[in-house]
Each structure stands twice: as structure tokens, then as C-alpha cells.
């Protein structure tokens, strides 16, 4: 298995895209959002799991069900761009109108990063799950005990450029589930406590990894975007994925500005340049609570590599 653990707006759909385009991967996006139908005896993100082997079988019984639930309607017989096309408008139509079944809520989900590229052909034979999850900062000490083979890949993006897209997903009432999660947690949702939600969940996903000793890979967004090809491959390397052309050509076409909310098309020039802006605009609110602050070694190069 491999994980990609981050938080939101942090380009974790953008890796689970370019590893999705590798023929020999499934991608499973958010399964244990509150928008699928599973998980749900799974604890608040914050709460620390005490339980850890109960918890790791559940997660396994569950991500079973999860995988039946990857592909839906006519996608169960074709692997064509029409057939992903017409089940991603469907499942979503039907979770709209909340008549959707379990296994539509899951497709929706976890394919949530083909809605702007529906297909992407694939090999037949076994292929490597991966699973972007963003509620495993906290009790990352699971993943062992899924899978002992586990690769990890921490996606870290500049601290500023993510607090200004979080703040704007939540004014355009986006990102719902995590609004309630850091009012639970923080009281307010403003910058700061925004900030505090980056530094808690790198600090306390890094320091269990160390502590583990888990094998993991931190992609710097800021050194991804400005070295793309050279990090893609050190980070296939680390994941054990041979044939790469696929995800360079991916790469490579969405080096351009998208459109749109599902949309991760990304201009990696206009990217860099959003950091310094968002800089600008976010460090003066934080500067107090960032000077304040303790960081693990690798959350402090984050921010200093900007």
C-alpha cells in the first residue's frame, strides 16, 4: 500500500492524480470521509486512538468493502472514458438528491480526483493501492499494523499558500466537514487557528513516523513544483514504481491553470508565485503564533523553504 497523508489544500488530490495516472495503481481518495458510507465508527480526527490493532482491523474490514465499491455501474464492465464519465454524473446526481446507495456514495469519494479526468487506462493484473487519507495525522501509529510494507509520502505545501486556499474553500462553503472539525477543536476558524490545524497535524504526523520509524517521503510542494521531473522520480523511487513515463506525461499536461472546483490542473510558475503572495497577505496575522510555535525538523524546512 502506499499513503498519501497531508491536509486539505495541500495538493494531495494533485500526487493522487499523478499516481493514478501510473498503469499499475489504484487510487482510493478520502475513504474515510463522512461523505462515504464507511468508517463510521472511526474517531474524530483529533482523537488519539488507544486501541491501535482493534482499529487496524477495522480499518482493513472496511477498506475491503471500499475497494468493491471502486468501480459502480457501468464502470463494473467497461474501462472507458464514457463509462467513468456517465458513473462520476450519476453517483454524484444521486448523492445530491440523497437517494444514493452505499456503494454510490463510496464511488463518488474515492474517485472524487477523476472528476476532472475521468479515465485513465490501466493495466490488467494486481496493482498497488494507494490511499490519500487526510484524517490519519494524528494516529498515524495504524498504518504498521494495515500493512507492514507500507510506503508513506507526507505532502507539505508552503504554510501561507495553504492557509489562504483553506480560507477560501471555506467562504465558498467548501470543505464543510473540516469547518466543524477546527471549530470542535479551536474555537474560532480564522488564520490562526487555521495555522495551528498545519502545525499540529505535520508535528504530530512527523514525530510518530520517527518514533515508528516508518519508511515515508515528504514531498515539498514549493521544491516539487520548481524541480518536477527530478522529484516525480525520486518520489516513484521511494514508492517502488517503475515506468514512470506515464506520470511525467500527466505531469507535464497539467502544468497549466485549471478551471473550476474539481479542477487540479496547476500552472507550476503561478503556483510559486501564490506563495510569495499569500505570504505577504498571511504572515503579518500569524507572525505572533508562528514565532511562539515549536516545529518538528522537517515542518520548520517546510517553512523555510517556503
Not at 479551536?186 to 502545525?199: C, L, N, S
Not at 504530530?204 to 516508518?214: A, Q, R
Not at 499536461?253 to 474539481?262: A, D, L
Amino acid at each position: 500500500m502506499i499513503f498519501i497523508l497531508g491536509i486539505e489544500r495541500s495538493a494531495t488530490t494533485w500526487i493522487s492524480n499523478l499516481l493514478e495516472s501510473h498503469p499499475g495503481t489504484s487510487v482510493y481518495v478520502e475513504p474515510m470521509s463522512e461523505l462515504t458510507a464507511r468508517f463510521k465508527e472511526w474517531p474524530d480526527r483529533f482523537v488519539p486512538i488507544e486501541n491501535t490493532e482493534e482499529k487496524a482491523e477495522y480499518f482493513k474490514s472496511e477498506f475491503e468493502i471500499t475497494k468493491k465499491h471502486k468501480r459502480w455501474f457501468l464502470t463494473k464492465a467497461f474501462n472507458n472514458r464514457y463509462a467513468w464519465t456517465f458513473d462520476l454524473w450519476l453517483s454524484n446526481y444521486l448523492v445530491r438528491k440523497q437517494i444514493a446507495t452505499e456503494a454510490a456514495k463510496d464511488f463518488s469519494e474515492i474517485n472524487f480526483h477523476r472528476k476532472a479526468q475521468p479515465y485513465v487506462s490501466k493495466r490488467g493484473g494486481q496493482q498497488v493501492d494507494v490511499i490519500k487519507e487526510l484524517r490519519l495525522n494524528f494516529n498515524p501509529q495504524v498504518i504498521p499494523l494495515v500493512d507492514p510494507d507500507a510506503r508513506i509520502i507526507v505532502v507539505i505545501r508552503n504554510v501561507f499558500a495553504t492557509i489562504q486556499s483553506i480560507q477560501h474553500h471555506l467562504a465558498g462553503g467548501n470543505l464543510a466537514e473540516l469547518h466543524r472539525a477546527l471549530q470542535n477543536q479551536y474555537g474560532e476558524v480564522d488564520e490562526q487557528t487555521i495555522f495551528r490545524y498545519w502545525r499540529d497535524s505535520y508535528n504530530s504526523l512527523f514525530e510518530h513516523l520517527d518514533n515508528m520509524k516508518m519508511p515515508h517521503y515528504t514531498l515539498h510542494h514549493t521544491k516539487f513544483m520548481m524541480n518536477p521531473e527530478e522529484e516525480a522520480i525520486r518520489m516513484c523511487d521511494f514508492v517502488d514504481l517503475p515506468d514512470t513515463e506515464s506520470i511525467l506525461l500527466y505531469m507535464k499536461k497539467s502544468n497549466r491553470e485549471g478551471e473550476g472546483i474539481h479542477n487540479t490542473n496547476r500552472d507550476h510558475t503561478f503556483l510559486l508565485k501564490q506563495n510569495e503572495e499569500a505570504g505577504q497577505a498571511i504572515l503579518p496575522v500569524i507572525r505572533g503564533e508562528l514565532d511562539a510555535s515549536e516545529f518538528h525538523p522537517n515542518v520548520w524546512k517546510a517553512i523555510e523553504d517556503g
